[in-house]
């Protein structure tokens, strides 16, 4: 109950085109969802992030999309550019203030 | 504003030897977390602390790992004896509060051959 599921592992997407990564949760406890970024040889960077009282929240080029009712979250990227190219993870905090990590997804935008 | 600093950026030691982290979080930081991270998962909290105190170590294999946070500032993580399982990445974060933002390190990269 405690895992973040996150689709799909890697993705190639063209210059310009949209990036979609999605996530899954169970546990309604969970109160916070962020989306991190991750560039080789770094560590992870705090990209956006949503609460569960709001279904969408957008920062630029970045939009989360959050469905309480399916317990899925999901992160677009408009526009998308070689400079986006990076590991993403998606992850959800429990009442604890412990955040739950998605898997990753190996993000490729092709120029 | 100084980041995270994790040092050393790379160790390669060998099965059943002993290493050590060290992190030092930004400043004025009270929470600060030790990550393992190993190739293709997302990290794994390893320890908690607040302050000087730790507030989650429920993942911490203690019967090899250890870490402590003297005078609430800067951190060291220790495996004595390391097993090749070990061998991933070791984040260290920092909050301003616990439940806030976490800023990350650039992480050390273990290799136990």
């Known amino acids: 109950q405690q895992q973040v599921k996150q689709s799909p592992q890697s993705l190639i997407v063209q210059k310009g085109g949209i990036s979609i990564i999605n996530c899954a949760y169970e546990?309604?406890?969970?109160?916070?969802f962020p989306w991190y970024q991750q560039f080789p040889g770094k560590g992870p960077a705090l990209l956006i992030a949503i609460r569960p009282d709001v279904s969408e929240k957008k920062e630029g080029r970045f939009t989360i999309s959050f469905n309480k009712s399916a317990k899925q979250f999901s992160l677009h990227i408009m526009d998308s550019q070689p400079g986006d190219s990076a590991t993403y993870f998606c992850a959800a905090k429990d009442s604890n203030y412990q955040l739950i990590w998605g898997a990753g997804t190996k993000l490729i935008i092709k120029p | 504003e100084a980041g995270v600093a994790q040092s050393p950026r790379y160790k390669i030691i060998e099965k059943r030897q002993s290493v050590a982290f060290w992190c030092n979080p930004i400043s004025g930081h009270a929470t600060l977390y030790w990550y393992q991270q190993i190739l293709g998962q997302g990290p794994k909290l390893l320890i908690q602390?607040?302050?000087?105190?730790?507030?989650?170590d429920s993942q911490l294999p203690k019967d090899r790992f250890s870490a402590e946070r003297l005078k609430g500032v800067d951190s060291t993580l220790k495996i004595q004896p390391a097993k090749l399982e070990d061998s991933a990445v070791y984040l260290c974060?920092?909050?301003?509060?616990?439940?806030?933002?976490?800023?990350f390190g650039q992480g050390t990269r273990l290799t136990v051959v």
């Open positions: 546990n309604t406890a969970f109160d916070y």
């Open positions: 602390f607040q302050n000087n105190g730790v507030v989650d």
């Open positions: 974060a920092s909050s301003s509060q616990r439940g806030g933002e976490a800023f």
